[in-house]
């Protein structure tokens, strides 16, 4: 059974009343067997999995400016209060607390996600900022790295993707400390949050000899990111941690893509790096990278 067909149906069905029933009959199985299958890809039950994805969407229009009385009837909630206590217990604040968050937050300029997702960080923001903005994340999550070492690395990452630029026009190096500020924030150790500075290995400086610019027990890691294109099923876990938050901001920045290829990656996302999310067990990775990618697929 093909699951991401039925995840794409309930995606694009989530304002209409879907049944277990009427699940297991459109993937071809009986109930109870479908059930199981649902429950081993997912971990979740049918209706634990519906619930989350209409509350994501139920945000969604929420910060967007849709009133919360009218978004709670549009995903099927019977009642204000029943809505308001789902969302609360899902992300831990209340419908009324993201409307205001968001408005004050126009005002003067934020992002209310962070309490749902992952750390975030605006396109355009300087290297120099995002480096800054590592290291107050490595201390604030009591990650020790030397700071001459930190220094010496990221000095390394500069040169490596020194005059190439992203898609959407940033420095490529931008790119990297923002999936070394994921793992950071997904609570990697300090040789792969470093190593991340290098997720992308085709984009580098192939004159460089990273062996020996790189700090032994970092090189160790970065040694392995290639196996990821070559024999996957090899990757140390440090390589899929840092592929896992690599795809996660390209991902975030998949807009600057042509429509065709938005398409490409996002079902990529859903077949490949989401099973492999479940595995990692960090749910605002898992959500956030599900949310994405059924949003542009």
Known sequence: ????????????????KLTNAQLAELAGYSEYHFLQLFKAYT??????????????????????????IDVAFRYGFESHSAFSRAFKR?????????????????????????????NSTKLGTPKG???????????????????AVLDEVYGVA?????????????????HTINVAMLLADMGA????????LFSDISERNEEMDLEAELPENVWNVVKNIDLWHTDRDSCPEEVLLIKLAERLHNMRTIEYLAEEKRAKKAKETLELYLPL???VN??????????????YS
């Open 43 to 68: 971990g979740e039950t049918v209706m634990e999995y519906l619930c989350r994805r209409r509350l994501f969407r139920a945000m969604d229009d929420l910060v967007a400016g849709s009133k919360i």
């Open 129 to 147: 900022e995002l480096f800054a903005g590592l290291k107050e994340l490595l201390k604030k999550n009591d990650v020790v790295v030397e700071e």
């Open 1 to 16: 059974m093909d699951m991401n067909r039925i995840l794409d149906y309930m995606e694009a069905h989530l304002e209409e």
């Open 282 to 295: 960090n749910q605002k990775l898992l959500e956030e990278l599900n949310d994405l990618g059924r949003k």
């Open 189 to 196: 150790d300090a040789d792969t949050i470093l190593a991340g």
């Open 90 to 118: 899902e992300f831990g604040f209340s419908p009324s607390f993201l409307r205001t968050l968001r408005l004050e937050l126009d005002c003067i300029g934020g992002n209310c996600m962070e309490q749902i997702f992952l």
């Open 277 to 279: 999310a479940r595995k």
């Open 158 to 174: 500069c040169k490596v993707y020194e005059g190439k630029c992203r898609y959407c026009r940033d420095e490529f190096v931008t």
